[in-house]
């Protein structure tokens, strides 16, 4: 199945109806959307040599012409390399390199910089800004999209590479489709006067959600911001209305914070899908008293996009539950396309409430890493995703996350989770964020240390933090120092950085 075919679908059945928003600002209705996806493709094939297969990168911001592009090479048959428009042009030229791109689509004045660094495989750099881009419309549209298979390759989606080179996960229209459908059943339903809300990147989490919209015929907004401004998205929502968004876990405490701030609701968000890293009980139990019933929680990884686990808004809102904590502390439910296990070491499955490896294995796990055989053996083994993730099923096959394994700190022999800490020191109401790693210590192998990030305008000294720990968790589990900070390094998804603070312990260790 060809995700343009949906498009095309969508174009015949409501060609009226508002498919592209900049702002407020219509830019395309359904039919719009679709002839110019056509043209584009028709472009891609006669003026730039593009065959079914071949991979064509996206190295631009949130745009409304991203989505053009975006259907328009899979009207090819090709194959979308979405790049993080916030990478250098550096380290955006070794994916198009890895990758084989012959074709690159940049934006926002990045054409000038990634020609300095275009890899020999690069035939063409389009850039979307040039008065040559919209000829691409008035091009010979392809009459329908290419047929494509179930296991073809339609989506190389490069890991962060917080360890190394980032690696070329493979995921095929199967991979797709079961991931789009399932959201519907285990995430949120989407209808036709619904509309998506592209905050967060549209090369990872908050793109790949386009696909709901499209087989609904809903709207697409980009705000005219292209990124996360919460109090943008706040004044717009009402106008828009019924918006639904992917937001990481900070990009939640934010908003929550200027919603709080200016005395709003959150009027016009339908839905917050929320995941890509922890969520911490306290910031979502603030979050539903503040804005309500508008959150869901998500699980998943690149290797299986978006859909791993889900805890859906009656789960995140309901408080009448005997275990409702223990549940908002957790990830929800397998989604129905998969299967989940947590093992040990040797890959045994371990009895409810243990702590090990996460495994998932379904039709959204992804077909392997882009020619890396050897790491693809190691991911993937007997059908299963070894995620690298601890955790833990209960009773009643809720999935609670224990952090990545190498996050875990094992101090004088003892495993420490450090979400566990994190969590603890959050119910203390002076700290506003808090990320808990381990640094080296001659005697017990590791140490916990806290970054804490404290309210506006709130003073509080490392003793009375000490003296919170040891009301909340166990006395060995407390951390050892504790870091008062202004703010936590983050990565373009708003995801803690742990890699550098443990950096930065090391080398104060070295001075």
Same mark, same amino acid.
């Given at each position: 199945m060809n995700p343009a075919e949906w498009l095309v679908r969508a174009a015949k059945r409501t060609p009226n109806a508002p498919a592209l928003l900049k702002g407020e600002r219509l830019v395309a209705d359904y039919a719009t959307f679709a002839a110019r996806a056509a043209a584009i493709g028709g472009a891609l094939r006669d003026q730039y040599g593009v065959q079914p297969g071949d991979r064509v990168a !996206? $190295? #631009?911001?949130?745009?409304t012409e991203y &989505?053009? @592009? !975006? *259907? =328009?090479?899979? $009207? /090819? =048959? /090709? @194959?979308?390399v979405p790049i993080n428009a916030k990478l250098h042009e550096k380290e955006a030229a070794w994916i198009v390199e890895h990758a084989e791109a012959g074709i690159v689509v940049v934006a926002d004045g990045g054409e000038a910089g990634f020609r300095v660094v275009s890899p020999p495989c690069v035939r063409e750099i389009i850039s979307v800004d040039e008065l040559g881009f919209s000829d691409l419309y008035a091009h010979k549209p392809l009459?329908?999209?290419?047929? +494509?298979r179930a296991e073809d390759l339609i989506w190389l989606f490069y890991t962060s590479g917080t360890t190394g080179k980032p690696k070329g996960v493979m995921l095929s229209s199967a991979n797709l489709q079961a991931m789009t459908m399932t959201y519907f059943i285990d995430v949120d339903e989407v209808q036709t006067e619904d509309a998506i809300l592209y905050a967060a990147p549209m090369s990872h989490g908050a793109g790949i959600y386009n696909f709901m919209h499209v087989i609904r015929g809903a709207r697409h907004v980009v705000p005219e911001s292209g990124g996360f401004d919460p109090d943008e998205i706040l004044e717009l929502a009402p106008k828009i209305g019924n918006i639904s968004m992917f937001a990481a876990p900070t990009m939640v405490r934010r908003l929550v914070d200027r919603a709080k701030a200016s005395d709003l609701v959150g009027e016009g968000i339908k839905t917050v899908v929320y995941g890509g890293g922890p969520m911490y009980v306290a910031d979502i139990i603030e979050a539903v008293e503040v804005m309500g019933p508008r959150f869901v929680q998500i699980y998943g990884q690149g290797e299986c996009p978006m859909a791993i686990s889900a805890l859906n808004r009656f789960d995140v809102a309901d408080r009448s539950h005997p275990e409702w904590r223990q549940r908002l502390g957790s990830v929800g439910l397998a989604q129905s396309c998969v299967r989940i296990r947590v093992v040990d070491e040797k890959g045994n499955e371990l009895p409810n409430g243990h702590v090990g490896e996460i495994l998932v294995s379904g039709l959204p796990v992804m077909a392997g890493y882009w020619r890396n055989a050897g790491a693809t053996t190691e991911a993937v083994r007997n059908g299963w995703l070894w995620t690298g993730d601890m955790g833990a099923i209960d009773a009643d =096959? *809720? &999935? +609670? !996350?224990? %952090?990545?394994?190498? %996050? #875990?700190i094992i101090s004088g022999g003892?495993?420490?989770y450090p979400r566990e800490v994190e969590e603890a020191l959050l119910r203390h109401p002076a700290v506003h964020e808090v990320a808990v790693v381990g640094q080296p210590h001659p005697d017990w192998g590791e140490e916990v240390v806290a970054f804490v990030v404290l309210q506006e305008g709130v003073n509080l000294d490392a003793v009375e933090l000490d003296a919170h720990c040891l009301l909340e968790i166990a006395r060995f589990k407390r951390p050892k120092a504790y870091r008062l900070v202004t703010d936590l390094p983050k990565n373009n998804y708003g995801k803690v950085l742990k890699t550098d603070l443990r950096n930065r312990l090391l080398q104060e260790k070295q001075k």
């Open positions: !996206l $190295f #631009m911001k949130n745009r &989505l053009e @592009v !975006l *259907y =328009g090479i899979w $009207f /090819a =048959g /090709a @194959v979308v009459n329908t999209p290419h047929m +494509t =096959g *809720y &999935l +609670t !996350l224990h %952090d990545r394994s190498k %996050d #875990m003892t495993n420490i």
